[in-house]
């Protein structure tokens, strides 16, 4: 017993010292992990429980934005977004139960027709896949009745069917096809604007994406928390869709006219047409001719009858540089690369009234004068002398009649667009106040109008250091130098509403998803041009372009109005190859501008492209059926001829609006010749593009002759500068008048054939109207 109790271990003062202090340091380290948890929790809580939740089963939906709407100024909708489903499978849920497989693969087969076999072996494949996409974007209507089957409280839930679910997403529509697609832009797969106003406007349009997210416990109760998407704005254009659908109509029509007509190939290369209204910049209508279908942008049909294209864009030169291009063919569509085929649609794709420059020939006319008499040069009563020729800086340089247009007003210089005149005046104005009213009527600079792609000027006009006596020359009559359609017409408007210009826009307002205004985009003047006494003279001289006895816009007035304008043939390079850009800028009412429309027609599918009346048949088609429709009332009569067009288009209920019936005399719709004004001999050291133009008139290079030993009558150093009258409109030299009397080319014999007159001289044919040479062109090429 005594040696048991010597074996019993004491609990010593030392033991529970040591346990007290090995007591009090857990204790102080679970204090100090309670802090610490503390802290983690408060300062990096949401950093960890995002850790724990990704490790935990994890369910998160995006839910999509729609992109906002593109609607007309009549609350047309002209792109919308429409909500559509992808078929999603989770093939670890159809496995996780027995009975789930065999009724959610037979109603999957039966719903949406896939091959059982196939959804059978993805399923026994793939058994931990969780999303799988089946089907894209199907309507409502295609997954409804599916959606009944997985619906509790529907007719025919099935509770077995199961791992099948509806990813919500928008696809863009566009409801009137081909309608304005160069205007409106598209958008890719991705949700993001290309072109147009998809392009520029995508920040606006686009909206943010919302989510629903959470995880999923052991017993699989789900913790969600929902972020709503935040949908994309609605922008308000000022495109009217009836006028843009009375524009491409015409334009459809112009084409189908001359579609395969000299060549194989569309009408033209391209054909533009711009509405705008004077007084602030808003683009009525916009359209170009090949154009496209916006819900099948990649429709490589579009391309067939296109001038084809390189990978940098340019046109593929033809075999002669006759050519207009090399025309697209089914044949060559056949063999072209994807590549190739992408080249080309990127040319389609552009918007031809904003994208492209050319130069744009007489329709500049208007501006010279206006420079002249802003600038004081010129009062506008003066009256020049044309013999049909000028040398300049080395060169002839033609007038559209080679035999002289005689005693030529400033007026009636607009009215048959005389060169000669043109010239004179800009050597009354000098380079230095030229180029710069033309930096002020904006040629050289954007416009930023609010569409993606308008092409830059810049560097495409004659700065004034480069500018001699012959880029001066060339310049009044609208050669030498480029500009686009957009840039014109912005131009032009200040030059018939009191010199405003007008920053060009094509939206008026942005609302948000909920219907309110956002923002309104007002009208902005960015400069003033030419004052309104200025105005009112170029008004009064381009209504005697389609008003005028010698007009040379009469075929552009639409049945019932009168209008004013300026016609436009501009020769290409190389110069002499016998490719023009024709066109005509008119507005309406003639006496009280209200609108503008620009038609230009590039290189017409025709053997003889320079005559204007491509471009004004358009403007008056248009115009027969817009100025109704915009309740502007007729101050012509009517023609039978007309008030049974008219009649024609009521029946069709093209018209917006009926006009009130009248009667009257037969228009004389007389075809007038083209003016073209060439230059002669020799090369442009400067590279310029010299010359050619224009009216409604067919515009052929003049025949130049070779020895230039004796100047025409009035080609002395004091006819070719000064007027022969003086700033009050009187003769300087009375006794130089002539009396009126029969132009020499009348005194030709008649080609028996063709009813022109006959050169005696080159043998070449004479125009009877006007005494224009027809197919005349034999320019030098300047650049060579």
């Not at 050519?323 to 040319?347: F, H, P, R």
């Not at 920053?503 to 307002?509: C, G, K, L, Q």
């Not at 003889?608 to 109704?628: H, S």
């Not at 009396?739 to 006959?758: A, L, N, Q």
């Amino acid at each position: 017993m005594s040696k048991k109790k010597n074996r019993t271990q004491k609990f010593t003062l030392g033991m529970k010292r040591k346990l007290a202090v090995l007591f009090t340091i857990v204790l102080a380290a679970f204090a100090c992990l309670s802090v610490r948890l503390f802290l983690i929790t408060r300062d990096n809580g949401d950093e960890y429980e995002k850790q724990v939740l990704s490790q935990q089963k994890y369910d998160s939906t995006t839910i999509p934005y729609r992109r906002g709407e593109i609607i007309d100024a009549n609350g047309t909708v002209l792109a919308y977004s429409e909500k559509v489903y992808n078929v999603i499978l989770d093939a670890k849920i159809v496995l996780s139960k027995d009975e789930y497989l065999e009724p959610t693969v037979n109603a999957l087969v039966q719903n949406f027709g896939y091959n059982e076999s196939e959804l059978r072996s993805y399923i026994s494949e793939n058994p931990t896949s969780q999303y799988y996409i089946l089907d894209k974007q199907l309507t409502y209507d295609q997954i409804s009745t599916f959606q009944a089957l997985i619906t509790k409280g529907t007719d025919t839930f099935d509770k077995n069917v199961q791992g099948v679910w509806f990813e919500e997403d928008y696809i863009r529509k566009y409801p009137n096809n081909r309608m304005a697609c160069d205007v409106i832009g598209f958008t890719t797969s991705d949700n993001n604007g290309l072109y147009g106003l998809e392009e520029y406007y995508n920040d606006e349009l686009c909206g943010s994406n919302g989510r629903i997210y959470g995880y999923l416990d052991e017993d699989s109760n789900l913790e969600r928390t929902t972020i709503p998407a935040t949908d994309g704005n609605t922008i308000v254009t000022t495109i009217d869709g009836n006028l843009q659908s009375i524009v491409e109509k015409h334009l459809a029509e112009f084409n189908e006219t001359y579609k395969d007509a000299f060549r194989e190939g569309n009408g033209a290369n391209n054909v533009g047409c711009v509405m705008m209204d004077v007084n602030n910049g808003n683009v009525l209508a916009m359209a170009s001719y090949p154009n496209f279908d916006l819900n099948d942008t990649k429709n490589t049909d579009n391309l067939i009858g296109m001038a084809k294209v390189d990978e940098r864009g340019l046109k593929v030169p033809g075999e002669s540089e006759l050519d207009s291009g090399v025309y697209i063919t089914q044949e060559m569509l056949d063999g072209m690369s994807d590549e190739e085929k992408m080249w080309n649609l990127n040319a389609l794709w552009r918007n031809f009234c904003i994208a492209d420059t050319y130069e744009p020939g007489s329709v500049a006319k208007p501006f010279t004068v206006a420079t002249g008499i802003e600038a004081g040069n010129i009062t506008g009563n003066e009256v020049y002398q044309c013999d049909g020729v000028l040398e300049i800086g080395g060169y002839k340089i033609h007038c559209h009649n080679t035999y002289g247009d005689g005693q030529v007003s400033v007026a009636r210089g607009i009215e048959i667009s005389c060169n000669v005149a043109m010239m004179k005046i800009g050597q009354a104005i000098g380079t230095d106040t030229f180029c710069k009213f033309q930096k002020n009527f904006g040629f050289g600079l954007k416009t930023n109008v609010d569409l993606a792609g308008e092409a830059r000027t810049e560097g495409l006009t004659v700065n004034v250091d480069d500018m001699g006596s012959t880029e001066l020359a060339t310049g009044t009559f609208g050669q030498g130098f480029n500009v686009d359609m957009i840039e014109m017409i912005s131009a032009f408007s200040s030059l018939i509403n009191g010199g405003n210009f007008y920053e060009p826009h094509v939206v008026s307002a942005i609302r948000n998803s909920s219907g309110a205004t956002i923002k309104s985009i007002e009208p902005r003047v960015l400069r003033q041009t030419i004052s309104e006494s200025t105005s009112d003279k170029i008004i009064q001289y381009c209504n005697q372009v389609v008003a005028g006895e010698e007009g040379t816009g009469k075929t552009a007035r639409p049945a019932g109005y009168m209008i004013g304008g300026k016609t436009g043939t501009a020769q290409t390079l190389p110069r002499g190859n016998k490719q023009y850009v024709v066109s005509f800028m008119g507005y309406a009412p003639a006496d009280d501008p209200q609108i503008a429309i620009y038609v230009v027609v590039d290189r017409p599918n025709t053997q003889e492209q320079d005559d204007a009346k491509f471009a004004t048949r358009i403007v008056r088609a248009v115009l027969t059926e817009a100025l109704p429709y915009l309740g502007y009332p007729m101050t012509e009569p009517v023609s039978e001829e007309e008030q049974a067009e008219l009649d024609s288009l009521r029946e069709k209920e093209i018209m917006m609006a009926a006009a009130s019936s009248s009667s009257g005399s037969e228009d004389g719709e007389n075809a007038q010749g083209t003016e073209e004004g060439t230059t002669e001999d020799g090369e442009n050291p400067e590279g310029n593009e010299e010359s050619s133009e224009e009216g409604d008139k067919k515009e052929d290079g003049e025949e130049t002759s070779e020895d230039g030993e004796e100047k025409e009558e009035g080609d002395s150093e004091k006819s070719i500068w000064e007027p022969i009258s003086d700033s009050e409109g009187n003769l300087l030299n009375p006794e130089e008048e002539e009396e009126d009397k029969e132009p020499v080319w009348k005194s030709f014999e008649v080609d028996p054939e063709t009813g022109y007159y006959i050169d005696p001289e080159t043998g070449g044919l004479v125009d009877p109207e006007d005494g224009h040479l027809i197919g005349g062109d034999v320019l030098p090429d300047f650049n060579n």
